[in-house]
C-alpha cells in the first residue's frame, strides 16, 4: 500500500500568513493528488484535485504543486474560515489512502 | 443540485453488523463510481472501500474483508455491509461521489456508527 505522509501534523498560525502543508507518498503517484478541508459537523470538501488543479469555487488564495511523491498545499494569505483539518489523498492505486491530516490553528 | 444521503448507521455491539445505504440524486448515478470514508471524530480521514460503474469493488486491507460495497442503479442506491464489527470501527461513514482521476468531490453528511457493548 502506499503511505502518505503529511507534515507538519499542526501547525498554528495569523489571519494573512502564508503556510504550506507538505504530503509524500511512498512511492511515485504520478500527479494523483487530492487536497481535502475538513472541519467538525460538515462534510469534507475538495479543495485540489491532480495536485495542482482548483476545485470550482475553491478560493484562488488556495494552491498545489507537486508531482511524483512530494506535494504541497500553500494557502497564501489566511482567513478565519481557513482554520481547520487539511488531508491529502493519492488516487494512484488502491487502496487510496490519505494522510493523517494536518490541523491548523489560530495562533 | 447533487445530494448524497446516508442512512443505517447507529449502536451496534461489537461482533455484530449493519447496513449502511446512500441514497443519491442530482447526477447520473450509473456513470459514477461511489465511495465510502470513514471519520473517527476529531481525527484524519480513512477510505473504506470504492465501487466502480461496472461494478468493480476495492477495499482497505484494514478491513480484512469484513466489509462489502455494493451498488442497486435502478434505486440510485449504493450500500456499505459491514459484519464483525469492532470498537475501532466507531466512525462517522461518509459516502462520496468520485469523478475525473477518482478525486471525492461530493459528500454526503455522514452516519455515525458507534460500536460499544
Known amino acids: 500500500d502506499i503511505q502518505m505522509t503529511q507534515s507538519p501534523s499542526s501547525l498554528s498560525a495569523s489571519v494573512g500568513d502564508r503556510v504550506t502543508i507538505t504530503c509524500r507518498a511512498s512511492q511515485t503517484i504520478s500527479r494523483y493528488l487530492n487536497w481535502y478541508q475538513l472541519k467538525p459537523g460538515k462534510a469534507p470538501r475538495l479543495l485540489i484535485y491532480a495536485a495542482s488543479t482548483l476545485q470550482s469555487g475553491v478560493p484562488s488564495r488556495f494552491s498545489g504543486s507537486g508531482s511524483g511523491t512530494d506535494f504541497t498545499l500553500t494557502i497564501s494569505s489566511l482567513q478565519p474560515e481557513d482554520f481547520a483539518i487539511y488531508s491529502c489523498q493519492q488516487t494512484y492505486t488502491s487502496p487510496y489512502t490519505f494522510g493523517r491530516g494536518t490541523k491548523l490553528d489560530i495562533k | 443540485e447533487v445530494q448524497l444521503l446516508e442512512s443505517g448507521g447507529g449502536l451496534v455491539q461489537p461482533g455484530g453488523s449493519l447496513r449502511l445505504s446512500c441514497a443519491a440524486s442530482?447526477?447520473?448515478?450509473?456513470?459514477?463510481?461511489m465511495s465510502w470514508v470513514r471519520q473517527v471524530p476529531g481525527k484524519g480521514l480513512e477510505w473504506v472501500s470504492s465501487i466502480s460503474r461496472t461494478g468493480d469493488t476495492y477495499y482497505a486491507d484494514s478491513l480484512e474483508g469484513r466489509f462489502t460495497i455494493s451498488r442497486d442503479n435502478s434505486k440510485n442506491t449504493v450500500h456499505l455491509q459491514m459484519t464483525s464489527l469492532r470498537a475501532d470501527d466507531t466512525a462517522v461513514y461518509f459516502c462520496a461521489r468520485q469523478v475525473g482521476e477518482l478525486e471525492l468531490v461530493h459528500w454526503g453528511q455522514g452516519s455515525l456508527v458507534i460500536v460499544s457493548s
Open positions: 442530482g447526477f447520473t448515478f450509473s456513470s459514477s463510481a
